[in-house]
């Protein structure tokens, strides 16, 4: 029957439109049931065509009130407490009457209470029907005994009426709940095979993303190769030591650079670079491009696991620098660097770099190095402090880690 079918909602949850199906339902069911119930006692008995007709007319203005708003919750709290009214005014007011059925629409409410409103709704509603149930017996019972005494009174078609009108709303109800839950897992099911398939296809295109980048990483750094190998076979032509110390210091500076791409191509994550790993490869490849005889003790200490694109540029940068500028200028035998990076708050953490040479003479580009390591800490948003003695020379810094 085309009526029994919920018009259209805004529900996305299974179980949410499962419940306006069954609201909707059992409005249309129990509007048509009970007006051809009150029908009947309308011939037989007035006071009980009474009570079926209100409940007739909550049933049908429920039908409209979900046409209207496709809503189901304020319904079902007015359906609820209206059935529960007209049970307590059928048994502590209609005195001449028969109270058989009224036990099995309590059951029938509860249940209904139980599935469109929740467990916590459905216990309220079964301890109320507990209360109503137990005060009839306990103390209105006898004021109904003539009813059962008296053959004539006692309407056995009507009771059968009712008796048969509750063994199929209880059916219906049971029905609809196992076809909306069933429903609702198929649904279920369908949506989670979907989304499988849509996080196979998005692991799909990662993957390809990874390679991606990954490739685009290996271009690049091989580019950057490409670029300093042409420096170096241009400084090998020059004949200044002036211009050649410059090329060494541009090649160094794109090592730098280059040493990231061979890293984010080596690493599991693309967007972020192992701290220490990183920085002692770089100072390494810095001690060997620079063909020192001198030997130097190189330490890294790192609380920062990892950093991300925007941070570890300049910080290498800064980092070769120092390192550079050290290595050319602050040893004339053995030596020692100390790098130690501590993570604060905030996206801030600090970096110490410690020599313990002793810096004589230094040449013009020692001076362009210094303001490129301005630059570079001002670009990563910091401060630091310089201090240098017959111990050597240390730079305490603040830094923002821009990838935070």
Known sequence: MKILHPPKNDYTDYFDIARFGLAWKINCALTCVLFLTSVYFFFNHKLIFLEYLAGCLISFTGVIYLFVTKRYIVVSYLMLGFALLLKLVSLFILKNVPHIIEPMWLIIITIFAYFNLGNKVGNLTSVISILIISTYYLFFLDVNKLNLENPIQ????????????????????????????????????????????????IQH???EKKILIKEIHHRVKNNLQVIVSLLRLQSSELKSEETKNQFGDAISRIMAMSLIHQKLY???????????????????????????????????????????????????????????????????????????????????????????????????????????????????????????????????????????
């Open 154 to 201: 006692f309407n056995n078609v009507g009771i059968s009426l009712e008796f048969s009108l509750c063994i199929f709303t209880i059916s219906y109800f049971i029905a609809q709940f196992i076809k909306a839950t069933a429903n609702a897992e198929k649904r279920s099911r369908i949506a989670n095979k979907e989304l499988n398939e849509q996080y196979q296809l």
């Open 266 to 404: 080596q690493e599991k994550y693309l967007s972020q670079i192992e701290t220490s790993d990183y920085f002692k490869t770089l100072i390494n490849d810095l001690y060997t491009s620079l063909s020192l005889r001198k030997p130097v003790d190189i330490f890294v200490t790192s609380e920062l696991e990892r950093v991300g694109l925007k941070t570890i540029v300049p910080l290498g940068l800064l980092v070769s620098e120092l390192v550079s500028n050290t290595l050319k200028h602050a040893f004339q035998k053995e030596g020692e660097i100390h790098l130690t990076f501590s993570a604060m708050n905030a996206g801030y953490f600090n970096l110490e770099y410690r020599d313990n040479g002793k810096w004589e003479n230094p040449g013009d580009d020692s001076h362009f190095g210094l303001k490129l390591i301005d630059m570079l800490i001002e670009q990563l948003e910091g401060t630091y402090t310089k201090i240098s003695d017959e111990t050597g020379t240390t730079y305490r810094m603040s830094l923002v880690n821009l990838d935070v």
């Open 205 to 207: 295109q990662n993957e």
